[in-house]
């Protein structure tokens, strides 16, 4: 994540963490006060960490984009504003002409299975609300009609391929993926070719008309 795009997040709403104002009372003021504090010091009360999921999934990002098909666009590096609300704001991984898309590459086979097993709206609202509420509130940003999960965990074979372009990107990000140079295939997620599942899978539904209100207006409630 660039230092733009964190600049940009400072303080404000993000689609990433929007689940946090729909559901229960507590973690939504304590989300609030966390925005408040973060626009009193002017930076993020997180620290830039790189864990193994986080730089797993970035890495898998771009191998992903390669399998889709041309009207397929990447935007994971920008933020977008919403036009009303400059407190509310999004980074979606990416679009087509009607779909805003969230890429997820689970570092555990059960968080994998789990997701790929998701095969509804009202499934996916209710066992992953983050994952819901993000692609709602990224449909909204971006003006789509309907969004796209797309879940991926590579064969064993082309792990080597991962591995290989880990040691290949940009000098200054190296550092994220060193653990990589020494990981065993085990210590991996890995899924094998011919059985059950396959590395690339698409979700894609309607985005609900009344959860896009719902979510706007519980934006407009909100002063920051």
């Given at each position: 994540?660039?230092?733009?795009?964190?600049?940009?997040?400072?303080?404000?709403?993000?689609?990433?963490?929007?689940?946090?104002?729909?559901?229960?009372?507590?973690?939504?003021?304590?989300?609030?006060?966390?925005?408040?504090?973060?626009?009193?010091?002017?930076?993020?009360?997180?620290?830039?960490?790189?864990?193994?999921?986080?730089?797993?999934?970035?890495?898998?990002?771009?191998?992903?984009?390669?399998?889709?098909g041309f009207e397929y666009s990447l935007?994971?590096?920008?933020?977008?504003?919403?036009?009303?609300?400059?407190?509310?704001?999004?980074?979606?991984?990416?679009?087509?002409?009607?779909?805003?898309?969230?890429?997820?590459?689970?570092?555990?086979?059960?968080?994998?299975?789990?997701?790929?097993?998701?095969?509804?709206?009202?499934?996916?609202?209710?066992?992953?609300?983050?994952?819901?509420?993000?692609?709602?509130?990224?449909?909204?940003?971006?003006?789509?009609?309907?969004?796209?999960?797309?879940?991926?965990?590579?064969?064993?074979?082309?792990?080597?391929?991962?591995?290989?372009?880990?040691?290949?990107?940009?000098?200054?990000?190296?550092?994220?993926?060193?653990?990589?140079?020494?990981?065993?295939?085990?210590?991996?997620?890995?899924?094998?070719?011919?059985?059950?599942?396959?590395?690339?899978?698409?979700?894609?539904?309607?985005?609900?008309?009344?959860?896009?209100?719902?979510l706007t207006e519980t934006i407009k409630?909100?002063?920051?």
């Amino acid at each position: 994540m660039s230092i733009q795009l964190n600049k940009n997040r400072i303080g404000n709403i993000s689609s990433s963490n929007i689940h946090k104002l729909m559901g229960a009372k507590k973690p939504r003021e304590t989300y609030l006060t966390e925005l408040s504090y973060e626009r009193r010091l002017g930076r993020s009360l997180s620290n830039e960490t790189t864990s193994k999921p986080t730089s797993w999934g970035h890495l898998l990002e771009g191998i992903v984009f390669n399998q889709l098909g041309f009207e397929y666009s990447l935007v994971s590096d920008e933020t977008i504003k919403h036009p009303q609300f400059d407190y509310w704001c999004g980074s979606p991984d990416g679009y087509t002409i009607d779909s805003v898309i969230d890429i997820k590459c689970p570092f555990t086979l059960k968080s994998f299975v789990e997701l790929v097993d998701i095969k509804d709206i009202e499934t996916l609202k209710y066992e992953r609300p983050e994952y819901y509420w993000q692609l709602v509130s990224n449909s909204i940003l971006l003006g789509k009609q309907f969004a796209e999960l797309i879940v991926y965990c590579p064969y064993e074979d082309d792990l080597g391929i991962i591995k290989h372009h880990a040691q290949n990107v940009d000098a200054q990000d190296l550092y994220k993926y060193y653990w990589l140079g020494s990981a065993t295939n085990e210590e991996i997620p890995y899924i094998l070719p011919g059985e059950e599942f396959i590395d690339l899978n698409i979700f894609k539904f309607e985005v609900p008309q009344e959860d896009k209100e719902l979510l706007t207006e519980t934006i407009k409630s909100i002063k920051l």
